[in-house]
């Protein structure tokens, strides 16, 4: 009977088809858990990232994390698989007693604690966004210093000529071309450097502490790149509280196209970074290194949102 239902060796058709009337006769169901045995397989995909909640989840807990993770659901539900979200920090409780058939983490930092946990686990590992210095590990290459370098572009465009930079301490991928993307914009256009590096931890409120200063101390600032949305939110609200409007005085960009982006008073131009599609390849080169199969993926281009919190008035 279980060759039947496994489709592993031949049955013969009108054998299978009594088999099968048989058995929705009887209300029978094959064993998911007989059947993972014998294929060594869970049927369970997992998601991580070692970001903190209050970037990767963002306002309302609809952020990069959250909208990564409902689209790499649904990819995962296309394809009879589960996929569970799981804690950042590897001693969590209780994860070490759940089995996944591989993992998806999400912009990995540098020797990140999630990459030795699973690596240790020996469960297949892909990557959105590429891990610094690990070529080995599948990713899909989110293109982060393109975006950065649209984004510093149209505000030059824009009539900027003193443009700062907030970019995350943590060595991601994304903070480590975001910050080359800058450098080569004020090396390309002049002026000094004014980049500021900042911890994920309470983001917005150190972002709002750290553009209080920047902006006191240099009043000839016109704009600001933020490589994390949370870090925009935090500089929108330093500069409303000094009386700097936006964009007349000081105009400002962010990385991220999500909730904060998009209800900040003013409106904050960002990157639609194309992520319902990079989590969809990012399920399928899991598929795949769970296959034996080990590649690396570029994402789409991403696209340039532009929004009141930039435009130079005519």
């Given amino acids: 009977m279980s060759h039947a239902f496994s489709g592993r060796r031949h049955v013969d058709p009108e054998t299978a088809k009594r088999i099968q009337a048989l058995a929705d006769q009887m209300g029978y169901h094959p064993s998911s858990m007989a059947r993972a045995l014998r294929s060594g397989r869970t049927g369970v ?78 469960t297949p590992i892909v990557s959105i966004g590429t891990v610094p210095d690990r070529p080995d590990i599948p990713a899909v290459n989110i293109r982060s210093r393109e975006t950065a370098a649209l984004l510093l572009d149209h505000l030059a465009q824009q009539g900027c000529h003193r443009v700062a930079a907030l970019i995350g301490s943590a060595p991601r991928t994304s903070q480590i071309e975001s910050a080359a993307a800058y450098e080569a914009f004020v090396t390309r256009f002049g002026g000094p450097s004014q980049l500021v590096r900042m911890g994920e931890e309470e983001a917005e409120d150190t972002a709002y502490q750290e553009t209080l200063q920047l902006l006191r101390a240099n009043p000839s600032i016109d704009g600001i790149f933020a490589a994390i949305d949370a870090f925009a939110s935090g500089a929108m609200r330093a500069a409303q509280e000094l009386g700097w409007t936006v964009p007349d005085r000081l105009r400002l960009v962010t990385r991220y196209d999500g909730v904060r982006a998009k209800l900040s008073q003013p409106p904050l131009t960002a990157v639609d970074l194309h992520l319902p599609a990079i989590a969809e390849k990012a399920v399928h080169l899991l598929l795949d290194q769970i296959e034996g199969s080990s590649r690396m993926i570029e994402a789409d281009l991403p696209e340039l949102i532009v929004r009141r919190s930039s435009q130079r008035r005519s």
Avoid at 52 to 65: D, E, H, I, M, Q
Avoid at 77 to 87: F, N, S, V
Avoid at 92 to 115: C, H, N, T, Y
């Fill in 45 to 122: 995909i997992a998601l991580a990232s070692s970001m903190p909640f209050a970037v990767a989840a963002g306002p309302s807990r609809l952020g990069f994390l959250m909208e990564i993770a409902a689209s790499a659901a649904m990819s995962a539900l296309t394809r009879d698989l589960a996929l569970c979200l799981i804690p950042p920090h590897p001693a969590a409780q209780g994860k070490g007693s759940v089995s996944f058939d591989g993992v998806i983490l999400v912009e990995p930092m540098r020797d990140d604690p999630l990459v030795a946990y699973f690596e240790q686990r020996k």
